[in-house]
């Protein structure tokens, strides 16, 4: 039986998946419209942020993905160590499965984006851009699809996504951190440690937590270290116990209040701008190119393959269960549906190119949306044929 906190994530991923999609047409579609000066002016707008002596000068769209997505994962993380520790995961048999499919899912795609971009005109820096799923899409997608499917398969793609990104975060900080400023990391770190040390203040007043986390971040900017880590790893410092009893605890008061924002103002806020692009000029034989081809492909078939194969291994090796009441076709369309990368590619390819390439940039966002479109579309069609099914045994 599922938990009211689960639930109440999955609805909100849910309803906030439908809005991504409408941030991302309405992105699209104005950077390809008369407006389109006005929309690139605004992604683009220079912002300072100064405090004492932190200031910073970026675009937009670099404080949204460097500041706002830092939120975004702490929500991740906290709904992560939530279900490991008291959730549905607990059981190790039962998140060893969906970590498994996670790990197929970044293997197969990074191996065929490598593949297809050795060589001449190839951008193998990209390898990360297809390993990540988006969880508000895919969500949205298996809920729309097959409302009436096992709830096990819901919280499997929710495991499955949640484990993709946190591992995409573990390679956003290794593979895109340059020059590090170990003073600001230690600075950093100290602020992640006073975080810890307010669980175990039981009348910490909750600004507090806030405050570390800002800090922490901060700092973390300062050093060179790309922040979204901070918000997985400031996740883990969030208590899961109430203070007292009958209380919420910490880590469910900040998912209860944080989350809404997050799903419905961040994502979308992202969505909308890092989704524009011109398509002026393009064909057919610009997806033929190394990097959209690579990551179109990644995500569309390199994921299902690797989160079907590892699926199907784990389950046949007896090293995890398959969740209960699915059948295979469901698994198989729950994988197709883990190449929705969107939100979380186009954060990572965003990354793994530099700004002024815009070439590169261009051909991340292609590749994103091809392979984001198909996994939806096939994914949708398999779900909705294997509910389909389902009603005619019933029947």
Not at 48 to 56: G, I, K, P, S
Not at 148 to 177: E, K, Q
Not at 364 to 377: E, I, T, Y
Request: glycine share 10%; aromatic share 10%; charged share 10%.
């Amino acid at each position: 039986m599922a938990r009211r906190s689960t639930l109440d994530f999955l609805k909100t991923e849910t309803a906030s998946g439908l809005i991504l999609a409408l941030a991302a047409l309405a992105g699209l579609v104005l950077a390809n419209s008369p407006l389109a000066e006005r929309y690139f002016t605004f992604v683009n707008q220079e912002i300072t942020v100064q405090v004492a002596a932190f200031r910073q000068t970026h675009s937009l769209l670099v404080w949204v993905k460097d500041g706002l997505m830092s939120v975004f994962f702490f929500v991740v993380g906290l709904e992560l160590k939530s279900e490991v520790l008291r959730g549905e995961l607990a059981n190790p048999r039962r998140i060893a499965l969906p970590v498994l499919a996670a790990l197929g899912g970044m293997i197969a795609p990074a191996g065929l984006y490598l593949l297809i971009n050795q060589g001449a005109g190839g951008a193998p820096q990209g390898w990360p851009t297809p390993t990540a799923t988006d969880i508000a899409f895919a969500l949205a997608a298996l809920t729309i699809a097959g409302p009436r499917l096992p709830h096990a398969l819901r919280a499997f793609l929710l495991t499955l996504a949640i484990a993709s990104d946190l591992a995409a975060v573990g390679l956003i900080a290794m593979l895109y951190t340059e020059d590090v400023h170990f003073v600001a990391l230690g600075g950093a770190a100290a602020a992640l440690g006073l975080m810890a040390l307010l669980g175990r203040w039981k009348n910490a007043p909750f600004l507090f937590y806030a405050v570390c986390f800002v800090l922490a971040w901060a700092f973390t900017l300062e050093s060179g270290v790309t922040p979204s880590i901070v918000g997985a790893v400031a996740a883990m410092t969030v208590p899961i116990d109430p203070r007292r009893p009958g209380e919420e605890s910490p880590l469910r008061h900040f998912m209860r209040s944080i989350h809404p924002y997050v799903a419905f103002l961040i994502l979308p806020l992202f969505a909308f701008s890092a989704s524009g692009f011109s398509l002026a000029g393009l064909s057919l034989s610009a997806l033929a190119a190394p990097v959209p081809m690579g990551v179109a492909l990644g995500l569309f078939l390199g994921k299902q393959a690797g989160v079907f194969g590892a699926t199907a291994l784990a389950i046949g090796l007896k090293l995890g269960r398959r969740p209960t009441g699915a059948k295979w076709l469901e698994l198989y369309g729950v994988a197709l549906l883990s190449g929705v990368g969107f939100t979380l590619s186009l954060f990572i390819g965003g990354l793994a190119f530099d700004a002024d390439d815009a070439t590169g940039q261009a051909g991340v966002r292609l590749g994103v949306f091809a392979g984001s479109l198909l996994s939806l579309a096939f994914g949708m069609a398999v779900l909705a044929l294997a509910q389909r099914l389902r009603s005619a045994e019933r029947a």
